[in-house]
Nanobody, 121 residues
Framework: QVQVVESGGGLVQPGGSLRLSCVAS????????MGWYRQAPGKEREMVVV???????NYADSVKGRFTISRADAKNTVYLQMNSLKPEDTAVYYC???????????????WGQGTQVTVSS
């Protein structure tokens, strides 16, 4: 199994920046992908970015050019650098890790508890 913990949310003005961190623990050597989703009040959870096998990235169109995912050398930590933030980026941001204990095979998604990002003047 894998445990996921996010940190780094907060209040920022429009145009500002924040960096979120996500640390996975447990069977980290079997992690297939990590990334971020977000959920705004009254809306469904939506994908922000997925990093697969530490190499391939897939960003939502709404964040392309503003958000960047990176991975620490330890490989069980990812960061989400968010620049040029807009009020519509306000949401709870959830990190996830996809665990593949016996590749190729079934994958299990583990979620963090979420961290609030509020963009407001």
């Amino acid at each position: 199994q894998v445990q996921v913990v996010e940190s780094g949310g907060g209040l920022v003005q429009p145009g500002g920046s924040l960096r979120l961190s996500c640390v996975a623990s447990g069977d980290i050597f079997s992690i297939y992908a990590m990334g971020w989703y977000r959920q705004a009040p009254g809306k469904e959870r939506e994908m922000v970015v997925v990093l697969t096998r530490g190499v391939n990235t897939n960003y939502a169109d709404s964040v392309k050019g503003r958000f960047t995912i990176s991975r620490a050398d330890a490989k069980n930590t990812v960061y989400l650098q968010m620049n040029s933030l807009k009020p519509e980026d306000t949401a709870v941001y959830y990190c996830f890790a996809d665990h593949e204990p016996a590749p190729p095979g079934r994958r299990y998604r583990y979620w963090g508890q979420g961290t609030q990002v509020t963009v407001s003047s």
